[in-house]
């Protein structure tokens, strides 16, 4: 059974940082790609950030140059590091990894972050 438990998430001034983390059972990020979506209230699920089975990343335009996404596959972990937040970055942030053989898609439980201005 897959399980994805996010943490990290929380209360912070604009500008600040937060590093956000996903742990994974039942599956090994090394293989597949793994992305950070975020809801905000009343807006549709937004992709943030993606890895890829290699090292190769990719952003929304909105987090590029502020948020980076990396995976430790040792703890078998993904970390999304936030810098220089802005109050539209407040969401629901949530783990998602994709099976590469059944394409399957695994989602953890979101981690609550909000940026205060």
């Known amino acids: 059974q897959v399980q994805l438990v996010e943490s990290g998430g929380g209360l912070v001034d604009a500008g600040g940082s937060l590093r956000l983390s996903c742990a994974a059972s039942?599956?090994?990020?090394?293989?597949?790609?793994i992305a950070w979506y975020r809801q905000a209230p009343g807006k549709q699920r937004e992709l943030v950030a993606t890895?890829?089975?290699?090292?190769?990343?990719n952003y929304v335009g909105s987090v590029r140059g502020r948020f980076t996404i990396s995976r430790d596959t040792a703890k078998n972990m993904v970390y999304l590091q936030m810098n220089s937040l802005k109050p539209e970055d407040t969401a629901v942030y949530y783990c998602?990894?994709?099976?590469?053989?059944?394409?399957?898609?695994?989602w953890g439980q979101g981690t609550q972050v909000t940026v205060s201005s």
């Open positions: 890895i890829d089975s290699g090292t190769t990343t």
């Open positions: 998602n990894v994709r099976d590469r053989v059944t394409g399957r898609d695994f």
């Open positions: 039942g599956i090994t990020f090394r293989f597949n790609r």
